[in-house]
């Protein structure tokens, strides 16, 4: 997904947002609301990044000791 | 004739006729009685006389009302009614003295009473002291599903260290972790743009995993991870102190997690500074995404 995809989702599950300033609640204005989203949109797509480089970290790393033949256990100490 | 010497009552001379001599009586009995009247002119039960300006002749004072007590009127005792003898006229005075009874009114709400050797009754109502040490609340807020919370106008001149206490952060209706940010105000509600460094890491409650949450931005610094709705909630402190070199903050935070699920639990370390020495007035907590609630306690820390 890219950017303006993220921010579309962000703005259909959001469409208005609010902040606290003190005591009181306030609605955001469309700049506030504009930046708002698009920091949203660049936190959860780098979220997702982490977690997909992560997922793919650890397919790779099964792959590789699969191929190998040995356990994770035995590649650390194999490591140490 | 003669006259006795007190009274003046006519007696008759020692050489008068025996034949006027009952009338020498009548006439003394009645000076007598007349002046024994007019020395006891009391009529009723509780009567009192006193002197008149007429010699020879004393007044009455007819009893008095219940609850009356004997005062002096244009120089000549009296019957009067007691009247209120404080000072006090409104709601909160305090019966005070100076050479004289006297009235303290109410002072404003929160003041306290306190001595005050210039003050004409010696007492006065001022604000309480600031102590001499400890902490005085500016501020507690919670908020609830907002994608920011702004603090405004927390910090002053007052105090050069702020305690900032965090509770109860956590996000709302979003899903997975992400982190919680913090940047700052100028004046009445300026966003601070003038660099703020910071880092922060998370020490897992096994101890064995240290992970680097640090940020280095212009305007933001992340303070800690935020925890994934029902997954856990941010609490601890944010020490911050305004010295000439400027802004130093030092936070100590932990996620305290649903005791179901201890996964996510760990402890933050982290500090982050700017090099503002003066303007900084409040700050901004948000998420990096996601809506989120908790409760803020700003305090100030007695210079001395």
Same mark, same amino acid.
Do not use: C
């Given at each position: ?5 993220? =921010?579309? +989702?962000?703005? *259909? ?10 005591? +009181? ?6 700049? +506030?609301?504009?930046?708002? =989203? ?5 936190? +959860? ?5 982490? =977690? ?17 033949? =040995?356990?994770?256990?035995?590649? *650390?100490?194999?490591?140490? | 004739?003669?006259?006795? #010497? ?21 006439? %003394? ?78 002072? #404003? ?11 004409? #009754? ?29 603090? %405004? ?9 702020? %305690? ?83 802004? #130093? ?56």
């Amino acid at each position: 997904m890219n950017k303006l995809d993220k =921010i579309k +989702e962000l703005k *259909k599950s959001h469409p208005t947002l609010n902040k606290g300033v003190n005591d +009181e609640v306030v609605k955001l204005d469309a700049d +506030e609301y504009a930046e708002t =989203i698009a920091r949203w949109a660049d936190a +959860e797509l780098a979220q997702e990044a982490e =977690i997909a480089k992560a997922e793919a970290d650890a397919s790779a790393k099964s792959a590789l000791l699969d191929k190998l033949g =040995i356990t994770a256990d035995e590649a *650390k100490l194999l490591l140490a | 004739m003669a006259t006795t #010497t007190n009274y003046g009552w006519t007696t008759p001379d020692d050489t008068a006729l025996v034949k006027d001599g009952a009338s020498a009586i009548r006439t %003394l009995g009645s000076s007598v009685d007349t002046t024994t009247k007019n020395l006891n002119p009391e009529t009723t039960l509780g009567d009192l006389s006193f002197r008149s300006s007429t010699s020879n002749v004393n007044t009455r004072i007819p009893i008095g009302s219940s609850g009356q007590h004997l005062t002096v009127v244009a120089g000549v005792p009296a019957w009067a009614t007691a009247s209120d003898q404080t000072p006090l006229t409104t709601k909160g005075d305090l019966f005070t003295f100076s050479t004289l009874d006297a009235r303290l009114p109410v002072g #404003t709400n929160t003041h306290v009473l306190t001595a005050d050797s210039a003050e004409a #009754t010696g007492l006065k109502w001022a604000a309480p002291a600031v102590s001499a040490s400890g902490l005085t609340l500016i501020s507690a807020v919670s908020f609830g599903n907002v994608a920011s919370q702004d603090f %405004l106008s927390v910090f002053t001149s007052t105090y050069n260290n702020y %305690l900032i206490v965090l509770s109860g952060i956590q996000r709302i209706n979003a899903a997975g972790a992400s982190t919680l940010g913090i940047s700052f105000f100028t004046g009445t509600n300026t966003a601070y743009t003038g660099g703020i460094l910071g880092g922060v890491l998370r020490i897992s409650h096994t101890g064995a995993a240290v992970t680097g949450y640090g940020s280095y931005a212009n305007s933001l610094a992340t303070i800690s991870r935020l925890e994934e709705d029902g997954q856990g909630r941010v609490a601890g402190l944010i020490q911050l102190s305004r010295g000439s070199g400027g802004l #130093t903050a030092t936070s100590n935070l932990k996620s305290q997690n649903n005791p179901n699920d201890q996964t996510n639990m760990g402890t933050y370390v982290g500090g982050f500074n700017s090099s503002n020495t003066t303007s900084i007035t409040g700050f901004k907590l948000l998420p990096a995404s996601g809506n989120f609630d908790g409760e803020a306690r700003i305090y100030g820390l007695a210079n001395s």
